[in-house]
């Protein structure tokens, strides 16, 4: 009978013990640097110059903005934006079939036809925004000279910017002030989406050797519970 002494298998024990929590530990590392790398697109959008008309009595009642050949200004960003943008840089929207600015989200929840896109390019390069989905169209009576509209769709940047058919939202807001007949002007906020976290190459790296060291820690215990058994002589 082969035995173990109560020392060397404390060590053992305290040895696999630690590869075990070092291996736990650079696997936790793998999800800190994946939450890390998580990309947001958030910036803020006003209409500036150009004649922006609506389809009905009011914008409150209204089916359709035209955006005609307003210039879209970037007004600001939020924390972590990725889109490349700046203050003052400009944003493109337009309907592509058929070309034209029309943004028409109807009465309420439905698909948007036709979809509108955003592009612009930034420093990161060019991005695509396709909106194909009217989410909501807030109303108020009591503020016929408004309306806000949110719309879904997908956000789609360069190689690279961990942008690829990207869930996102945003939010249109229109105002005239003083009524129908008197300037419209146009807000686009709250554009925001995530991408999906790209770990980085060394991050791959300390998840293979946290497996690695997890599974040498299994083995080990393993093999340190067997207890060698008296082989019989051969007859």
Avoid: C
Wanted: charged share 10%.
């Amino acid at each position: 009978m082969v035995r173990r002494t109560k020392g060397p298998q404390g060590n053992s024990d305290m040895k696999t013990s630690g590869v075990a929590a070092l291996g736990a530990a650079l696997i936790a590392t793998l999800a800190t640097g994946t939450a890390v790398r998580a990309a947001t697109i958030d910036f803020g959008v006003v209409g500036i110059s150009g004649t922006i008309t609506y389809t009905g009595s009011n914008l409150e009642a209204s089916t359709a903005i035209d955006l005609d050949d307003a210039t879209l200004f970037v007004s600001g960003t939020g924390p972590g934006d990725n889109s490349g943008l700046a203050a003052f840089d400009t944003v493109s929207v337009f309907a592509p079939s058929p070309p034209d600015t029309d943004i028409i989200y109807g009465s309420g929840t439905s698909p948007l036809a036709p979809e509108v896109v955003l592009s612009w390019t930034g420093s990161q390069g060019a991005f695509t925004e396709t909106l194909t989905m009217v989410k909501e169209v807030a109303r108020n009576p009591n503020s016929p000279n408004s309306i806000g509209v949110t719309l879904l769709g997908t956000v789609t940047g360069p190689p690279g910017s961990g942008f690829i058919d990207t869930p996102v939202s945003l939010t249109l807001t229109a105002n005239q002030e003083g009524g129908p007949g008197n300037t419209i002007t146009v807000s686009f906020t709250n554009a925001s989406g995530v991408a999906p976290s790209i770990p980085e190459p060394s991050t791959w790296v300390m998840m293979a050797l946290g497996f690695g060291a997890l599974g040498y820690a299994g083995y080990h215990r393993r093999n340190a519970n067997i207890v060698a058994l008296p082989v019989s002589p051969k007859a």
